[in-house]
């Protein structure tokens, strides 16, 4: 299971002090940009049938890739 962590960012504030925009480093960016993709994936998915694990095993293992 992966870690989670809080995100390091810099906040940009107004004269108010309002968080206006917000800087974070390159790697934490695109993985939240995969995270977005992939949620993104299962709601266009989610009306389609699921596969039973026991069959993507088998088709796993007949194809030669367990």
Not at 40 to 55: F, G, I, L, T
Request: no cysteine.
């Amino acid at each position: 299971m992966e870690k989670v962590h809080e995100p390091i960012a810099e906040y940009v504030v107004d004269k108010k002090g309002k968080r206006t925009r917000v800087i974070l480093p390159v790697g934490e960016y695109e993985r939240l940009l995969d995270d977005l993709k992939d949620l993104a994936v299962m709601v266009a998915r989610k009306n389609e049938p699921s596969v039973p694990w026991q069959d993507v095993k088998k088709r796993l293992k007949k194809d030669g890739l367990i």
